[in-house]
């Protein structure tokens, strides 16, 4: 295929909009939050989901850090979203939590998720409102069994900015071709465990 035809069936131009068959329809996609006392992080990580374009969706949140949980489930009443699921990993002991490792954790967040595919939603990540709506377009037009992301765009944070308004500071830079494993959508029974 040639590249602007590739981007035309990525982007959803309008005359391609009929292979798309009916958004509402595609399978749900579960995007996985693990976060632990990085509260900030989390509650832009639930904003940025709820953004999402694609409309078939959930964020399964895992946190092991008890106070974390007792804030994401305020926000969580407060969202009134049931697609927003807080799922604690509270069970064990204080030493046990303490050697419980992210790949523990995440493993954890699969075994909760209820959707077809899985999305890595990490939550020290920015994620563009249409990001799963064209990775899963790529997954349901090209019968794919995954789907990741080719380049990102990069900037500094508001804190890196070098005094001055961070606004004038920032420069949109556009990464070199790599596949981002942080971008990573794949169907549920083939991903792989941590």
């Not at 329809?25 to 989390?42: E, I, K, N």
């Not at 019968?143 to 900015?161: D, F, G, I, K, Y």
Request: glycine content about 6%.
């Amino acid at each position: 295929l040639q590249s602007h035809t590739v981007h035309g069936l990525l982007m959803g131009d309008a005359r391609d909009a009929a292979t798309d068959g009916d958004v509402a329809q595609w399978p749900l996609v579960s995007c996985l939050l693990v976060t632990d006392a990085r509260l900030h992080f989390a509650l832009r990580a639930i904003y940025l989901f709820q953004r999402q374009t694609n409309p078939n969706r959930e964020l399964v949140i895992v946190t092991k850090n008890e106070v974390t949980a007792e804030a994401l489930t305020a926000v969580r009443a407060e969202l009134q979203d049931p697609r927003v699921r807080l799922e604690p990993y509270l069970e064990m002991s204080a030493e046990e939590l303490g050697e419980t490792t992210l790949g523990h954790l995440r493993n954890y967040s699969l075994e909760m998720a209820r959707g077809d595919y899985i999305a890595v939603w990490d939550d020290d990540d920015i994620h563009d409102p249409d990001r799963l709506l064209v990775q899963m377009r790529a997954i349901v037009r090209f019968q794919a069994a995954a789907s990741t992301l080719a380049r990102q765009m990069l900037w500094p944070s508001e804190q890196n900015a070098a005094g001055g308004d961070a606004q004038q500071q920032w420069t949109l830079g556009v990464s070199g071709f790599f596949v981002y494993e942080n971008s990573l959508v794949c169907e549920c029974s083939k991903m792989l465990r941590y």
